[in-house]
Structure formats: structure tokens, C-alpha cells
């Protein structure tokens, strides 16, 4: 009976230290993928590129996100109106990656365009950076920095959750 419930003990530490992001030390434990992907206006990308070489921010949050998905249009939604403040403060661009595949993606540039957000948007239709990254669902959020280390990630979106992104930045722009 002792030998069952140690085994069933040690299970459960497993368990749930498998289910914890990335980065709940602070410490980058991986790195983005290369990927390519297309901006909306057509051109290939290499995300990994993008961020390392390419962008001039000292963060990235990258926020994955479909069309038909309503926690994830909510929470860009609730992110643009404090995307100024953060550029200004933290140094930050965000990155909004559609998840949509080849039938959807016509969706994608209207959507940006009604919702008025002011991000880098990109399009991943074959989902090669889902893959990559082995994420489970859509809003998934990573905050990058600029060597490509992801220093934190989330998954799904509730109100108020942009306040802990905006936390994690001003931890993160702070190093």
C-alpha cells in the first residue's frame, strides 16, 4: 500500500510539472522556431528572422489567433487600447499570428482592418509555428525577447489577463 501511493504521489508531481509553462521561473527554457509564415500583404517571412534580426523592440508578444475565435479577437481587442502605453514604456511590439487555414485566411486582412488593429500581423494557414512551438489551443501568447528566448507564455484569454501580460513586460523590460 505505501509502494501505491508513492508511485501515485510521484504521478502527480509529474503530472503537474508537465502542465507548467515555459517560463514560470523567469528563465528562458526555449527558443522560437524558424518559420516561415506570409504577411498580409504576401511576402514570406521567417518568424524566428523576423523577431532576432528584423525587429527593433526590445519585446515581442506574440499572440496567436483565428477569426473564428472570440477569446482571441477579445483579447486583442483589450490589448490595443494600452498597445501605445506599453510601446512607449516597455519597448514592445506585438506580433498577431492567424491560425487560419487556406479557406479562412481571405478572412484575416478584413478582420484587422474592422477591428483597427495597429500590430504586425502574419499568417501561418499550414500551422508549422503551432507545431513548432507544440501549443495546444488558440489565444496562445508568448512574450519573446529579442534574441528569440521565450521568457513566458499563456494559454487561453479572460478579462484582465492583459494586465498580467502588461506585468510580465515591465518584469521582462527591466533586464
Not at 528572422?49 to 479577437?73: D, G, M, Q, R
Not at 481571405?106 to 512551438?133: E, I
Amino acid at each position: 500500500m505505501k509502494v501505491v501511493k508513492s508511485l501515485l504521489a510521484l504521478f502527480v508531481c509529474v503530472a503537474l510539472l508537465s502542465t507548467t509553462s515555459y517560463a514560470q521561473d523567469n528563465s528562458p527554457l526555449k527558443k522560437l522556431p524558424s518559420v516561415k509564415m506570409k504577411t498580409l500583404e504576401g511576402a514570406t517571412i521567417d518568424l524566428k528572422n523576423y523577431v532576432t534580426e528584423t525587429s527593433e523592440h526590445k519585446l515581442i508578444v506574440i499572440s496567436f489567433w483565428a477569426t473564428w475565435c472570440s477569446p482571441c479577437k477579445k483579447e486583442l481587442d483589450n490589448i490595443i487600447d494600452l498597445y501605445e502605453e506599453w510601446q512607449a514604456d516597455f519597448d514592445v511590439e506585438i506580433i498577431a499570428i492567424s491560425m487560419d487555414n487556406q479557406r479562412t485566411t481571405t478572412k484575416v486582412p478584413g478582420t484587422v482592418s474592422a477591428k483597427g488593429w495597429d500590430y504586425t500581423v502574419f499568417c501561418d494557414p499550414n500551422n508549422d509555428a503551432y507545431r513548432a512551438l507544440n501549443f495546444n489551443s488558440v489565444p496562445q501568447t508568448f512574450v519573446v525577447n529579442q534574441k528569440g528566448e521565450i521568457l513566458y507564455s499563456h494559454t487561453g484569454y479572460k478579462d484582465g489577463d492583459e494586465y498580467e501580460l502588461e506585468d510580465h513586460l515591465e518584469e521582462y523590460a527591466g533586464q
